[in-house]
């Protein structure tokens, strides 16, 4: 999947330059490696260079990722006269904020989006306990300015001239519970959340992490709706999550290299609408039956497997965090103008009879671009029947959303 988010700069420690001595071979910032013999005029995201050498196993980037980052590249390297070396200069021009910035999500994903260098400004809400954590983000040598709001007074404020909005708000989950057990609380802050979007900035990619994603895209959908903004192409469920285990727990199972592993994951986001098509993987795998129906159920599970660890002491936080931050970077990287971005997400969508279905879809500087049909066709048995199953329980997601939307008052 050429889904590329972040380079090596989550995963090593240094940037070299192979001409005269870089200042940036002594940041632990970048793990980026340019191999130019020019000096560079600018560094704009990930564009930095004429060449990039992407070898972490276990950065964002998959192989065909990688080749489409390097081939993404144009030749902006030019000679620069400096008694002190070479400075890369981030051209770093996106506003992000985070909506429940001091949870147990918040404060990771916080940390991964503060080290993009395609962020400029980072703003953090949330109801309490927020300053603290932009303190310490904010002794970070990464580029981006982090800004803290608290409570509901400074809610707009935290939303002004925004391009991404992520909201990973909420209450976590606990053992035993179910996402449906999670609804009546997170979907009324999701609806707050989201009606203030809708006021200050309705043009803003919004990225809905709050739990149970198969309702809270639909409710905030309604939300648009009613404050007439919606724009279906720039309202995501992120499911990505599912992507990233999918590909990992493949990788472990056949000994695969994980940069390599590509699996799509269709339908939702909880429990048997999480439907990993393991016979599209990318290289092509051998599976048994029963191997595929176990990492399905283990895929489809994951979440309650990291519950159950946790003992009561929180849910998939950290692997979350971590796939919000790979989905945030290939939209920042689509609003740059990368031309080759798809990722898995939770969209509208005409691919089914549902209104909302997770696919692959190609991004845009204007959000989804296109919805990938092609991995649903051609299914085995053993997943057209797992995705006849999953629209019911979808359906009934989507139609509890809804529901509870049009049910609620919107504020003028």
């Known amino acids: 999947m050429a889904a590329a988010s972040t380079a090596n700069f989550f995963t090593t420690s240094t940037a070299s330059c192979n001409s005269k001595p870089c200042m940036v071979s002594k940041s632990k910032s970048f793990g980026l490696r340019f191999n130019s013999p020019n000096y560079l005029r600018s560094f704009s995201g990930l564009k930095a260079a004429t060449s990039v050498n992407c070898e972490s196993e276990s950065s964002f980037l998959g192989k065909e990722s990688s080749a489409a980052l390097r081939d993404s590249f144009a030749p902006k390297a030019v000679k620069q006269n400096h008694d002190t070396g070479t400075r890369f200069q981030p051209r770093a021009s996106f506003k992000v904020a985070i909506l429940g910035a001091a949870g147990g999500i918040g404060q990771p994903l916080a940390l991964l989006i503060k080290m993009s260098p395609l962020v400029s400004t980072l703003h ?44 990973p708000a909420g209450v976590p989950r606990k053992p035993g519970m179910t996402r449906d057990d999670l609804f009546n ?37 309604e939300v648009l709706k009613q ?15 599912d992507v990233v285990r999918a590909n990992t727990f493949v990788a472990q199972k056949k000994n695969l290299k994980l940069i390599d592993v590509d699996v799509p994951v269709v339908g939702g986001h909880a429990g048997i609408t999480i439907l990993p098509l393991l016979s599209k993987i990318k290289p092509s795998v051998s599976l048994t039956n029963e191997e595929v129906e176990e990492l399905t159920v283990r895929i489809q599970n994951a979440g309650t497997e990291v519950v159950d660890a946790k003992a009561g002491a929180g849910s998939a936080t950290l692997s979350m965090a971590y796939a919000a931050a790979r989905f945030m970077e290939s939209s920042l990287r689509a609003l740059d103008g990368d031309s080759d971005v798809y990722e898995c997400s939770y969209v509208q969508s005409e691919l089914t009879e549902l209104p909302f279905f997770a696919s692959r879809v190609k991004l845009g500087k204007n959000g989804v671009e296109a919805v990938i049909p092609s991995d649903l066709q051609g299914l085995t ?32």
């Open 185 to 221: 609380i997170n979907a009324n802050i999701v609806k707050d959340l989201v009606e203030a979007v809708a006021e200050t900035c309705p043009d803003a990619f919004i990225h809905i992490i709050s739990n149970p994603v198969n309702s809270t895209v639909p409710i905030a959908a």
């Open 381 to 412: 048995e053993y997943e057209a029947k797992a995705l006849e199953a999953l629209k019911l329980e979808l359906k009934a997601s989507i139609e509890k959303g809804v529901a509870f939307a049009n049910k609620q008052p919107v504020a003028a």
């Open 227 to 241: 404050k007439g903004v919606y724009d279906s192409k720039k309202l995501f469920g992120v499911t990505t999550l």
């Open 124 to 167: 953090l809400y949330d109801i309490a306990n927020v300053r603290g954590v932009t303190a310490d983000l904010s002794h970070c040598n990464t580029p981006s300015q982090v800004l803290d709001f608290t409570g509901t007074a400074e809610l707009p404020n935290s939303l002004k001239g925004v391009d991404v909005v992520v909201i």
